[in-house]
């Protein structure tokens, strides 16, 4: 069985984000403005994602026009497809021919994940999609209990979340696919396996 992470795995997240930022700059938000609202959308009681529409309504409490700031967001979802990784589709396709199970597991508001991955137009690859805006770790636990034999493939970006599920599955082999978000020398001190290219994930799994 694979599983795979969506953002900044398969999905290219800093470069969405920064269009999303530059799509509000063009709109009159400063950094400040987007900088204090983004974070605020990120953490909310027990959900620790990002959520769209907590965005926008923080941005509406700061003093921005609703409509605005909307049409300025949905400007960039238009083309989802070109987000995702170049290598992305390729790597799915190998992935899939072995016949394994696939199951794509992403943490985040579901609404906005499920537009994503619908639009990024992958989800045709996966027999399973779990979508969740508190822990994977609890979603990897439902998997793992019913797949005790099974061998498990992991592909991630974040370090301290693919650790985590390491130490408590350990039949998990986990690849961390590196991110922009943190220090190259970070992964490498992991102690887990690590890929810049997803292609290069494909050794791994043969």
């Given at each position: 069985?694979?599983?795979?992470?969506?953002?900044?795995?398969?999905?290219?997240?800093?470069?969405?984000?920064?269009?999303?930022?530059?799509?509000?700059?063009?709109?009159?938000?400063?950094?400040?403005?987007?900088?204090?609202?983004?974070?605020?959308?990120?953490?909310?009681?027990?959900?620790?994602?990002?959520?769209?529409?907590?965005?926008?309504?923080?941005?509406?409490?700061?003093?921005?026009?609703?409509?605005?700031?909307?049409?300025?967001?949905?400007?960039?979802?238009?083309?989802?497809?070109?987000?995702?990784?170049?290598?992305?589709?390729?790597?799915?396709?190998?992935?899939?021919?072995?016949?394994?199970?696939?199951?794509?597991?992403?943490?985040?508001?579901?609404?906005?994940?499920?537009?994503?991955?619908?639009?990024?137009?992958?989800?045709?690859?996966?027999d399973?999609?779990?979508?969740?805006?508190?822990?994977?770790?609890?979603?990897?636990?439902?998997?793992?209990?019913?797949?005790?034999d099974?061998?498990i493939y992991?592909?991630?970006?974040?370090?301290?979340?693919?650790?985590?599920?390491?130490?408590?599955?350990?039949?998990?082999?986990?690849?961390?696919?590196?991110?922009?978000?943190?220090?190259?020398?970070?992964?490498?001190?992991?102690?887990?396996?690590?890929?810049?290219?997803?292609?290069?994930?494909?050794?791994?799994?043969?």
């Open positions: 069985m694979f599983i795979f992470d969506f953002d900044d795995t398969l999905f290219d997240t800093q470069a969405f984000k920064r269009d999303r930022i530059l799509a509000l700059r063009e709109v009159g938000v400063s950094q400040v403005d987007y900088d204090e609202s983004y974070a605020r959308a990120y953490t909310e009681g027990k959900r620790t994602c990002y959520s769209h529409e907590r965005h926008v309504d923080v941005l509406v409490d700061i003093g921005y026009d609703r409509k605005t700031i909307e049409k300025a967001l949905e400007s960039t979802m238009i083309q989802i497809k070109k987000y995702l990784f170049p290598d992305a589709v390729h790597m799915l396709t190998e992935c899939k021919c072995t016949g394994r199970k696939m199951v794509l597991l992403s943490l985040g508001g579901v609404d906005f994940q499920k537009i994503k991955v619908l639009g990024s137009g992958i989800e045709h690859f996966f399973e999609i779990y979508m969740t805006e508190t822990s994977k770790l609890e979603i990897v636990k439902q998997i793992v209990s019913a797949k005790q099974e061998e992991l592909l991630n970006d974040k370090i301290k979340e693919t650790q985590d599920i390491v130490d408590t599955f350990p039949q998990v082999q986990a690849v961390l696919k590196m991110s922009e978000c943190f220090a190259q020398e970070a992964y490498h001190q992991s102690g887990l396996p690590c890929i810049k290219s997803l292609n290069d994930y494909l050794s791994y799994i043969k």
